[in-house]
Nanobody, 115 residues
Framework: QVQLVESGGGLVQPGGSLRLSCSAA????????MAWYRQAPGKQRALVAS???????NYAESVKGRFTISKDARLSTWFLQMNSLKPEDTAVYYC?????????WGQGTQVTVSS
């Protein structure tokens, strides 16, 4: 498995922005699919956004128009730009990378939206 390292979580007020980053630790690895999931207390982990190596993007309805997923040219780092954050966006965010039988998860980063 490929170890993934996340950064960028934190506490932000409603309407604010955060940018999450995910990268493969100590190596360059070209995933076929890169994604962000989130898990709020008492809820199941759910897909937030995904992007393929070819650049095709997919978003959960609840974040469309507010969140943007992107990746770097080497496909070993990807990002989630989160704008107009709402209290209901509060969750632990996990990055995911997949290629064939390789499915790697980050350790999770807390995002808290509160005034």
């Amino acid at each position: 498995q490929v170890q993934l390292v996340e950064s960028g979580g934190g506490l932000v007020q409603p309407g604010g922005s955060l940018r999450l980053s995910c990268s493969a630790a100590n190596r360059i690895f070209s995933f076929k699919v890169m994604a962000w999931y989130r898990q709020a207390p008492g809820k199941q982990r759910a897909l937030v956004a995904s992007i393929t190596a070819g650049g095709e993007k997919n978003y959960a309805e609840s974040v469309k128009g507010r969140f943007t997923i992107s990746k770097d040219a080497r496909l070993s780092t990807w990002f989630l730009q989160m704008n107009s954050l709402k209290p209901e966006d509060t969750a632990v965010y996990y990055c995911f990378g997949g290629l064939g039988s390789v499915a790697s998860w980050g350790q999770g980063t807390q995002v808290t939206v509160s005034s």
